[in-house]
């Protein structure tokens, strides 16, 4: 999707471009290295087996959606990209680097995880809250700084919550704090975003929001892997697409290869039909 495109279709509230504030913690200077890889991947959840042998990278300026069935492994997919859960097989690497290799807060400035589920919230407001995502850039004993205040403020506006900043958390609607949780992981400044399920509780019009939001941190040299319900508008912002099908089969490959009317409608368990609309891909279940 085009620069062009994306200035004419974002709010404009919103920026078209990553305000200063938030320009990447961490440098990149060989865009030909992936800034992740899985090489042999194995999952399984409870002894089932989620998908084998599947090798995936993603590099700086790419945005992909997971897709597939309640319980495919999505969420699996993604604790395993952020090293939160080991694999059952295979290997992980962040910027070449296998997990083991880097220190923890060296690898949340290079990479952030926006979970399905937001912790409980203590008593905190929005600007509190959303500092929290500093914490990989303070010293041990550390406080935030009036810089870390600009940026989480700078998140903030990014999501369309500017001047929230002194409401209690607890008082906000669910798609609040779904943003709220966004600007969090925007104020951590990483360079790989792997959000799962970024659209929950998110009206149509915050969803577009987000999801060209999204696809700006990939244009502005990030990168991004979403798992997704929303076939229609994985097709529309996502460069490749990964598949799950439920019975531990999973393909990777642009929506064109991927999102076809056969491998959909067996991994939703019902018939889909793609068509195109002013040359957008609509699915329609049969």
Not at 103 to 127: D, I, M, N, Y
Not at 169 to 194: D, H, K, M, Y
Not at 215 to 236: E, S
Request: aromatic fraction near 6%; proline fraction near 6%.
């Amino acid at each position: 999707m085009s620069g062009t495109h994306l200035a004419a279709h974002l709010p404009t509230h919103l920026p078209t471009h990553l305000p200063p504030e938030l320009a990447y913690s961490s440098p990149w200077p060989d865009w030909a290295q992936p800034l992740l890889s899985a090489r042999q991947l194995v999952l399984k959840r409870g002894g089932r087996g989620l998908c084998a042998n599947f090798d995936f990278e993603i590099h700086a300026g790419e945005c992909v959606a997971i897709l597939g069935p309640n319980g495919a492994g999505k969420t699996t997919l993604l604790h395993a990209l952020a090293g939160l859960r080991a694999a059952d097989g295979g290997a992980v690497s962040l910027g070449g680097k296998p997990y083991a290799q880097w220190a923890l807060a060296e690898a949340a400035r290079l990479r952030g995880l926006l979970p399905q589920h937001a912790p409980a919230h203590f008593a905190a407001t929005v600007l509190e809250t959303v500092l929290i995502g500093r914490h990989p850039h303070l010293g041990r004993w550390g406080w935030e700084s009036e810089r870390d205040e600009r940026i989480a403020r700078a998140a903030l506006a990014c999501v369309g919550l500017a001047g929230f900043e002194v409401r209690e958390v607890s008082a906000l609607s669910g798609g609040e704090n779904q943003r709220v949780a966004l600007a969090t992981l925007l104020a951590q400044t990483p360079r790989l975003f792997l959000l799962d399920e970024p659209l929950n509780h998110l009206d149509l019009h915050h969803q577009i929001v987000v999801l060209d939001l999204l696809r700006v941190l990939a244009d502005g040299g990030g990168a991004v892997v979403m798992a997704v319900h929303d076939l229609d508008l994985a097709a529309r912002y996502a460069d490749r697409v990964i598949l799950f099908d439920g019975a531990g089969g999973v393909v990777a490959g642009t929506h064109a290869e991927v999102m076809s009317d056969a491998r959909l409608s067996h991994a939703f368990a019902h018939p889909l039909r793609r068509v195109e609309i002013e040359g957008q891909a609509v699915f329609l279940p049969g």
